[in-house]
């Protein structure tokens, strides 16, 4: 099935303003021209015109950071990991499928409980399921007792970590996630009296540096989690891909990651849903009232220094539902990224972070027709981009008739 966007207004994920009056035609899988409007001749027989007036048309949406096989409805660790893998795979299809309807065509799974994303990875590329197309990690990566080691793999010691790199490439993970450093989220060890906030180191830099050599060797890709200022700055001198929430990172951390070339994905819709979250005690508001400070300088102070921003909404989390990108983008934008540069973190710079730059991320000829159309213009109300009309990925449509029943 071919199908021309007629008239519609465009942002390619390239340019720094949208393109009035354009026609993008859809040829079987891939976008076959992007013209001004009405200079591509009569329209060939059999191709379904969509009107594109009012509208405008951007790259399907990238999410860097998400965990379909946690519910987010369980706010409970240990019982989320104690789910089989039936109930696993059941709630990470719905996920999925809420993620597509939301215009996420492609999305990074940084950690699961027993490599359950692989096979949900497989599933969607079979079309058993629908969802974004996925990178998955499977287990998450850390030392002995650290953060995340209920659902992970323990390691110590450069040795230990690189084996644990071969075995996960052996298993089937598309990318490696580290753990740099223990939470620093309110919803895990926030929560348990007296514990620690503080995002301290866990990983060093010797251990960082040999995943991802040996990653890279193996032509995978390292997402590392880092919330204090130590952390960051083993993960980016370590030369990971990219630095997971950075919520506690201080100036010179910030400046390490820059220095660095690391991407930043802040994954501000934690902190965001968190701060909503209903029947926190005293000490727990206070508590999530510093992480929101320190995580607003962090991303701001980010930003401010050009940091490669991409974006991750950490789906799973207690009340992250995977349908929340488009909030993430928003409060990008809030934290001083511009409308255009908030949407290219969700679509060129996620591209490259993931390494599909060759295929998504951008409207142009040859790349994969994933597409999202919305009324409006986001550029004047990024909100816009909560409701898409349409979702197209790879050169089907799943919104509003695949998907619509969610
Ligand atoms: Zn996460």
């Known amino acids: 099935m071919s199908h021309l966007f007629r008239g519609v207004r465009l942002i390619n994920g390239v340019a720094d303003a949208p393109l009035a009056e354009v026609d993008v035609f859809v040829e079987g899988e891939r976008i076959c021209s992007v013209l001004p409007h009405g200079t591509g001749g009569p329209v060939p027989e059999g191709v379904k015109v969509i009107d594109g007036s009012g509208k405008t048309l951007l790259p399907g949406l990238i999410d860097c950071h998400v965990h379909y096989t946690?519910?987010?409805?369980?706010?409970d660790f240990s019982a989320n990991m104690a789910r089989s893998d039936l109930d696993v795979a059941a709630s990470a299809t719905t996920?999925?499928?809420?993620?597509?309807?939301?215009?996420?065509?492609?999305?990074?799974?940084?950690?699961?409980q027993r490599n359950i994303d692989i096979w949900l990875r497989d599933a969607i590329n079979v079309g058993q399921t629908p969802g974004p197309?996925?990178?998955?990690?499977?287990?998450?990566?850390?030392?002995?007792?650290?953060?995340?080691?209920?659902f992970g793999i323990e390691a110590d010691g450069e040795v230990e970590f690189v084996r644990a790199v071969r075995r996960q490439v052996r298993d089937g993970a598309d990318v490696i996630k580290i753990i740099a450093?223990?939470?620093?989220?309110?919803?895990t060890t926030g929560l348990r009296p007296g514990a620690a906030v503080f995002g301290r180191a866990e990983m060093c830099e010797a251990e960082v540096h040999a995943v991802v050599e040996h990653a890279h060797r193996l032509e995978r890709r390292v997402l590392a989690?880092?919330?204090?200022?130590?952390?960051?700055?083993?993960?980016?001198?370590?030369?990971?891909?990219s630095v997971e929430h950075a919520f506690l990172a201080d100036e010179a951390a910030i400046e390490c990651l820059a220095e660095h070339s690391a991407t930043l994905v802040p994954t501000l819709v934690v902190t965001d849903v968190n701060r909503s979250m209903p029947g926190l005690s005293p000490v727990q508001r206070e508590r999530q009232g510093l992480i929101e400070r320190l995580h607003r300088a962090s991303c701001e102070r980010a930003i401010a220094l050009g940091v490669t921003m991409a974006t991750g909404t950490d789906t799973g989390e207690p009340g992250v539902t995977a349908d929340?990108?488009?909030?993430?983008?928003?409060?990008?934008h809030d934290h001083g990224a511009s409308a255009m540069d908030a949407v290219k973190a969700a679509t060129s710079n996620a591209a490259a972070l993931l390494g599909m730059v060759d295929s998504v991320g951008t409207i142009e000829p040859g790349?994969?027709?994933?597409?999202?159309?919305?009324?409006?213009?986001?550029?004047?109300?990024?909100?816009?981009?909560?409701?898409?009309?349409?979702?197209?990925?790879?050169?089907?449509v799943y919104r509003p008739e695949r998907v619509s029943d969610e």
């Open 95 to 112: 996920q999925a499928r809420r993620a597509l309807g939301a215009g996420v065509t492609s999305a990074r799974s940084a950690g699961a």
């Open 225 to 241: 989690h880092a919330q204090g200022s130590a952390a960051v700055i083993n993960a980016a001198r370590g030369g990971a891909d």
């Open 70 to 75: 946690f519910d987010p409805a369980v706010a």
């Open 324 to 332: 929340l990108l488009w909030r993430e983008i928003v409060l990008l």
């Open 367 to 396: 790349k994969l027709a994933d597409l999202v159309l919305v009324s409006g213009d986001p550029m004047l109300d990024l909100a816009t981009l909560a409701h898409p009309e349409l979702v197209m990925q790879g050169g089907r």
């Open 133 to 150: 197309r996925l990178q998955a990690a499977g287990l998450a990566i850390g030392i002995t007792g650290g953060h995340g080691h209920m």
């Open 181 to 187: 450093s223990e939470a620093a989220m309110l919803t």
